[in-house]
């Protein structure tokens, strides 16, 4: 059997994609990141791929009449690896519904909050200024809305006395790490299913 193809999609430091990258180099991954996808070639994510020899479809959106012609362009680079999964790492760009629709149950994100709350920008911010006592970190299938497809895996995160956004951000992304690393190797495994908005992993 072929192994499980992934393709990566960041825009900045690819802190994300390095613990991806680490995983799939100790056997924890159980895929092949085969592609990373980004719109800003002097990310340090770019050189990261470069590091691991991660192929790279590296792109200037502005350099593309519409978003459809540049993600065509991706759909091509997708197809051409047999990508079966799309995981967005810091990815700042927004997918056009028909990217999303076309590869509907197969695009993943990660956002740190327990979702549905703090959706959006700074959920980090959002959770310090609102004064909850926990937060986290969701994985979710990517659908049309901001931050609303269902939920595949979440770990919570304790907000302590006098953390800054900053302390807390550094305690989220280690979880985010981690928790990233495992739910895509439930997808390599052929673990999760999805019916409407539940998710299942088998045992």
Known sequence: MSPFRIAVFASGKG????AL?????????????CLLVCDKPQAPVVELAAAANVDTFV??????????EYERNIAAELQQRG??????????RLLSPSFVEFYSGRIINIH???????PGKD???QALAY???MTGVTVHFVDGGMDTGPVIAQK???????????????RIHHVEQKLYSEVVSWFAQRRISLNGRNVTIAE
């Open 59 to 68: 792109f200037e959106p502005k350099e593309y009449a519409s978003k459809e």
């Open 123 to 125: 959920a980090i911010g």
């Open 15 to 18: 802190s994300n994609f390095q």
């Open 156 to 170: 919570a995160v304790e907000i302590k006395k006098g953390d800054t956004a900053e302390v807390l951000a550094e």
């Open 112 to 118: 740190p909050s327990l979702l549905p709350a703090f």
């Open 131 to 133: 004064g909850v006592k």
């Open 83 to 92: 990508v079966e999964l799309i995981v967005l790492a810091g990815y700042m």
């Open 21 to 33: 990258v680490d995983a799939q180099l100790s056997g924890a991954l159980g895929g092949d990141i």
